[in-house]
């Protein structure tokens, strides 16, 4: 099954990950993408097109998450990664594999002066209804709302905080001089390919407009 092998590559290179990755973001999606890459994309609709820019509609999804402060160490940062492929590999009550589903996203919440990071495999579309119940307590189900989310494509190997904040900086941007006010307290960084494709890499910053 393509996920086992994409367990077993992960363990032999995950650990070499962790010299690389200074944060949550760069090192789970890092991991990420020394593994052989998702079975499965997300879908969703396109509202509109701007300039620069997309809007999409991402309906109600049930995601795997693990909740982590911002300034953990970096093995507590690489065992999010761990911990979240050991539920896709069968670490769950019903003892079910799944398949990886992309994007890898982590979910940035700001809180006045605290910033909370979590870690998400989004569930694959068949077990999407009833998601397998986690056996490790660090792993929530967390179903995300529909949200329409602004958003663009960037290439690359975004595997460090820097690259995003830049990257949603850059998008803030673009959607300022389109009139478009975003909220600041709420984002997600999404990663989709794994490592061996060189080109036409795609990464993602969502933001969400200011009601």
């Known amino acids: 099954m ?13 650990l070499l990950a962790t010299l690389f990755q200074p ?3 760069g090192s789970l999606i890092g991991a990420f ?12 609709d396109v509202v509109q097109e701007g300039n620069g820019f997309e809007e999409r509609k991402i309906p ?14 970096e093995a507590d940062q690489m065992e999010v990664f761990f911990r979240l492929f050991g539920y896709l590999g069968g ?18 919440v700001k809180n006045g002066t605290d910033v909370v990071l979590s870690g998400c495999f989004l569930v694959e579309r068949r077990h999407q209804q009833q998601p397998p119940e986690p056996t490790d307590s660090s792993i929530k189900i967390k179903e995300r709302p529909e949200m329409n989310v602004l958003t663009r494509k960037f290439g690359g190997y975004a595997t460090s905080d820097s690259v995003w904040l830049r990257e949603t900086a850059a998008l803030k941007a673009i959607l300022t001089a389109a009139g478009k006010e975003v909220r600041s307290d709420l984002m997600y960084w999404n990663a ?20």
Do not use: H
């Open 192 to 211: 989709y390919d794994a490592p061996f494709k060189f080109w036409n890499r795609r990464n993602e910053v969502w933001l969400l407009e200011a009601v």
């Open 2 to 14: 393509a996920g086992m092998r994409m367990a077993t590559l992960v363990l032999a290179t995950g």
């Open 23 to 25: 944060s949550l973001a």
């Open 33 to 44: 993408s020394n593994s052989l890459g998702p079975d499965e994309i997300i879908k969703y």
């Open 60 to 73: 109600s999804l049930n995601w795997a998450c693990v909740e982590q402060e911002s300034g953990s160490s």
């Open 91 to 108: 670490n769950n009550i019903q003892g079910v594999r799944m398949n990886m589903a992309a994007p890898v996203s982590i979910e940035y």
